[in-house]
């Protein structure tokens, strides 16, 4: 009778081991497949992270630029056509941008700033931003004579924007002085 004990307890024992195996071989293989779930998330993640990112730099890198160009130069300036006022001009950049047509709103920037960045480039950082239109604020002459026009732009992603256009007379015509942000509020 105990060779009969004896191969019924080794029989028991091997099943044991053989459920034993296949518990920790399925516990091995939920492990790797919550692992593999977990890093396409992780890596969707970092994918999604990365392109903000690069937006992000991509736009300081655009707006450092454009806020370090050359000086104004009345030779190379912009020169507005003798047919349209500032106020036309400044309309027809923020309507620019409003159609998503980053070519003409590049035309219209001063040409320290056009030679600072290009009609793409501008695009793909405007694009970023959810233009929802814009509002002339008002227009004055500054102390050195210059016309001041003053546009708040509104975006889905950074608020508002406030620029102020610079433009000089020179003899019938205007030339784009600058286009400075003078400030930015969060909505």
Request: glycine fraction near 8%; include cysteine; aromatic fraction near 8%.
């Amino acid at each position: 009778m105990s060779e009969i004990d004896s191969g019924s307890k080794q029989k028991t024992i091997v099943i044991g081991l053989v459920v034993v195996i296949v518990l920790l071989g399925a516990i091995v293989g939920v492990l790797i497949w919550q692992g593999t779930k977990s890093n396409k998330t992780t890596t969707t993640a970092t994918t999604s992270t990365t392109a903000t990112t690069a937006t992000n730099s991509a736009s300081t890198a655009m707006q450092s630029s454009l806020a370090n160009a050359a000086s104004f130069d009345k030779k190379t300036a912009t020169r507005l056509d003798a047919k349209t006022t500032p106020e036309k001009w400044v309309k027809a950049y923020y309507d620019a941008c409003d159609s998503k047509d980053w070519k003409t709103a590049w035309e219209h920037l001063p040409a320290a700033k056009k030679d600072a960045t290009t009609a793409d480039a501008l695009g793909a950082q405007l694009s970023s931003y959810g233009i929802s239109g814009y509002k002339v604020d008002g227009s004055k002459t500054n102390s050195s004579g210059e016309l001041e026009i003053t546009v708040t732009q509104s975006t889905a992603s950074y608020g508002d924007f406030t620029s102020v256009w610079t433009f000089v007379k020179d003899g019938g015509t205007y030339l784009v002085k600058d286009k400075a942000v003078s400030g930015m509020t969060s909505k």
